[in-house]
């Protein structure tokens, strides 16, 4: 019996790693389980995926040399490196292996013919950096040298490339140039990760004294900690600006010191120090960067409550700088002060004096958006139309700040009685997806919309028949050079077996045009890579796409993505599965492992403390961040939690949306300063620019796939 058992047992394992897939090996790699995921490619029989056999053999070869098992590695990638489009990845990790090893004659011919064979591919800079190396360390000096320099001409930023330059000159005895290339990495490259190393080089050629370096100047390292704050680095800039000696560097230098490492000190959070710094470079006398300094106090001042210190330093720069910008934007300081302090008046007056005196002002723009809005809130139509036209002109009816402006320049006109549908059409025509427009067709029912009846599931296969007839007239394949080619070409090939990040930075390279563009992102929507395909959109001009083909771009920007889980959740939790859908774009742009900086997960981007307290009330178990990455779990928490906050706001979508960005307490907070009356109103008031957006755009995104899927029996916004 025993025996029948183990016998079971090893018939169940066989089966089961014979029914391993293509998709399997992908997802364990993705996962980082690289051995199970190259023994999954292993045992695929290349005859079940025609035209996938290199794929195959890259996942293997790469999995098995992240695995440690080189050997083998080494047999699989020399495998998928002969295939003429993902054969430059399969090669350039069997040249990391290879130098892993030393073994740097092999090396030399694999780069060699990497070179000749693969002119476009993305890794060719890395590859002949690998042969410079190759040539370095089987002692052809001379040539390593000028392959170098020549990457360094093309590239100048290439650090791999300047510490290998400084390594191969030492080695090659040409000492002096090996030191300048060390300083130079060292001042001018701060940022780069050898930085510190080059250093360590400097000490010890000055140590062993087989060269005297030139004295380290206050220039010098005035220069890097220049370079330190240019590329934020501000925690090492700080600490660097220790180094340097302020009363060595001429005034004017000394000014722009100060007032970057009052900078530096500013983006740590340390506005004290900021502003012990700002004043010490507007102290310097004929320095040129005083105005800015005390702007720049001014606006912690202002970020503080601390209107009294802020007025004051406003008025200085007003006073001693009349005419330089920093006076329109400190009287723009000053007239945002009056406006939020209810003087309407006196705000208007003062953005109208900036227009004057500084028509082509950093804060003009804004200073005719709050000229406008606070006419329009007093009753002044007449004054809001003449700044919210101005406004409209000024950025040529095109992005921007047009749409908002057209807006309310179209409702002040309509204040008026005057006629208003020439500058309506233009909004619509010019900006077809931007929120303004959403919001010309019915404001009430795009910001007050009645939740519809339970969706049905039948939407997503309905909508993919559509797209396949319509893709046979519009996604042509674009005529492209031979580079363009090639990338095309390759990007489709790692599309084809669901590498979709390595088809991305492909595609990144790309000129195909409009037309192109819809053929590439059809490929990435098929993949099912709808972030992709969303993403490749957003750079065309919606305005230029023709009528006929505009519902087949729309499907591809605005795509039903997880719908049978939506409707099934959305449908429990009593709220639109196009909502819950049009925050997933938003947060996500429907890519379930996406990670934000403030660690939110997934699809509608939950952080943890909030899926778990949503989780508690469902009575679901064992939450973690990486099953928030899972769909079915993420959509059903989050519709729940969704779901909760418009019942917390009385079915007030918007202040909804506000809390879901931003939390309860700071929605409760501008819900105390402004009316909820006029919801129009009060979303533009909302005076934190990031939740003011989101708002924006979800709700543009609801009435987007409500009209787009209309068709298809989805009721618009607002219908019950």
Aim: hydrophobic share 40%; with cysteine.
């Amino acid at each position: 019996m025993r025996r029948f058992l183990l016998t079971l047992a090893v018939l169940l394992f066989a089966t089961s790693a014979q029914a391993g897939t293509l998709d399997d090996a992908r997802r364990l790699l993705k996962k980082k389980d690289f051995g199970g995921a190259a023994q999954v490619a292993k045992d695929l029989d290349p005859q079940q995926y025609p035209g996938k056999s290199s794929a195959i053999n890259f996942i293997a070869g790469y999995s098995l040399a992240r695995s440690g098992k080189n050997e083998e590695a080494k047999l699989w990638l020399e495998k998928a490196g002969a295939d003429s489009l993902i054969g430059d990845s399969a090669l350039y990790q069997l040249m990391l292996i290879l130098d892993a090893q030393s073994d740097y004659g092999a090396m030399l011919k694999t780069t060699g013919g990497f070179l000749d064979r693969f002119p476009y591919s993305p890794v060719r800079q890395d590859v002949i950096l690998l042969r410079a190396k190759a040539f370095a360390k089987t002692g052809m000096m001379i040539k390593a040298i000028g392959m170098l320099n020549d990457l360094l001409a093309r590239n100048g930023d290439y650090d791999k490339a300047h510490w290998l330059l400084a390594q191969t000159q030492a080695s090659a005895g040409k000492l002096d140039d090996a030191i300048q290339t060390y300083l130079t990495i060292y001042y001018e490259h701060p940022q780069s990760p050898f930085a510190e190393r080059a250093r360590a080089e400097l000490n010890e050629i000055n140590k062993s004294r087989k060269k005297r370096l030139p004295v380290e100047t206050n220039d010098q390292r005035l220069k890097r900690f220049g370079v330190m704050v240019a590329n934020k680095m501000q925690k090492e800039a700080v600490e660097y600006s220790a180094e340097i000696k302020p009363l060595q560097i001429k005034p004017a230098e000394r000014a722009e010191f100060y007032l970057n490492l009052a900078k530096a000190e500013e983006r740590l959070g340390k506005a004290d120090k900021a502003i012990e710094f700002y004043d010490k470079s507007a102290a310097v006398r004929n320095g040129v960067t005083k105005p800015e300094a005390l702007y720049r106090t001014a606006k912690i001042y202002w970020n503080r409550d601390d209107l009294k210190n802020t007025v004051e330093t406003c008025n200085r720069i007003s006073k001693e700088f009349p005419k330089n910008d920093y006076a329109a934007q400190s009287r723009y300081i000053l007239a945002r002060i009056e406006e939020g302090a209810g003087h309407k008046a006196e705000a208007v007056a003062l953005y109208d004096k900036i227009l004057s005196l500084f028509p082509s002002s950093k804060v003009t723009d804004d200073s005719l958006w709050h000229s406008g809005w606070t006419s329009y809130l007093s009753g002044d139509y007449a004054g809001a139309e003449k700044s919210f036209r101005r406004l409209a002109d000024k950025n040529h009816n095109y992005g921007g700040m047009a749409p908002m402006a057209l807006y309310w320049l179209v409702n002040s006109l309509k204040a008026q009685g005057k006629e208003a549908d020439a500058f309506q059409k233009t909004l619509v025509t010019k900006n077809p997806i931007s929120y303004y427009t959403m919001l010309t067709g019915d404001p009430d029912t795009m910001l007050k919309p009645n939740l519809p009846a339970a969706a049905e599931n039948g939407l997503a296969d309905s909508v993919r028949a559509k797209m396949e007839t319509l893709a046979e007239l519009y996604a042509k394949p674009p005529a492209l050079d031979e580079k363009n080619r090639w990338l095309f070409e390759s990007a489709k090939a790692w599309l084809a077996v669901g590498f979709e990040d390595t088809a991305r930075s492909l595609l990144e390279n790309l000129s195909a045009g409009q037309n192109g563009m819809l053929w590439l992102a059809w490929q990435f929507h098929k993949a099912n890579c709808l972030s992709c395909s969303s993403r490749l959109l957003d750079q065309i001009r919606l305005e230029d796409v023709p009528s006929d083909q505009s519902p087949f771009v729309m499907f591809m920007m605005f795509p039903v993505a997880n719908w049978e889980t939506l409707v099934k959740e959305s449908n429990a939790a009593g709220i639109d599965p196009f909502l819950a859908l049009s925050i997933i774009r938003q947060e996500s742009r429907y890519d379930a492992e996406a990670v934000s900086s403030a660690n939110a997960y997934g699809l509608m981007q939950l952080i943890l403390p909030t899926a778990e307290l949503t989780a508690q009330k469902l009575g679901m178990r064992g939450i973690t961040t990486e099953n928030l990455k899972t769909p079915e779990i993420n959509i059903k928490l989050g519709v729940n939690y969704l779901a909760g906050l418009i019942k917390g706001e009385k079915g007030a979508v918007p202040l909804a949306l506000g809390v879901y960005n931003a939390g309860p307490r700071f929605m409760e907070k501008i819900k105390k300063r402004f009316s909820t009356d006029n919801m129009e109103i009060f979303v533009e008031q909302v005076p934190y620019q990031e939740t003011k957006d989101y708002i924006k755009k979800v709700l543009r995104n609801y009435f987007i796939y409500r009209k787009t899927y209309s068709s298809f029996g989805a009721p618009t916004p607002g219908a019950n």
